[in-house]
């Protein structure tokens, strides 16, 4: 569900993915992005998203495994 929203709001996705540092530079840069560029740089901002999402899954698939390990 994440990556359907970081096709309509990449700062939005990025905050959920729990980044919200990175969430807020990312909105700060999308916004005069999008109005400039007509929304020429839009797939930039989704690609992004996109590694952030993927980059905190697996981040919690491998703390998953560390503690069934520990178990």
Do not use: C, K
Request: proline share 7%.
């Amino acid at each position: 569900m994440n990556y359907v929203l970081a096709l309509l709001l990449p700062p939005l996705s990025i905050l959920i993915a729990g980044r919200p540092i990175v969430a807020l530079i990312v909105f700060i840069v999308w916004v005069p992005a999008i109005i400039f560029s007509g929304g020429l740089t839009h797939p930039m901002f989704i690609l992004l998203a996109w590694i952030l999402i993927y980059q905190s899954g697996e981040e919690r698939r491998h703390r998953a495994r560390m503690d069934d390990r520990r178990d």
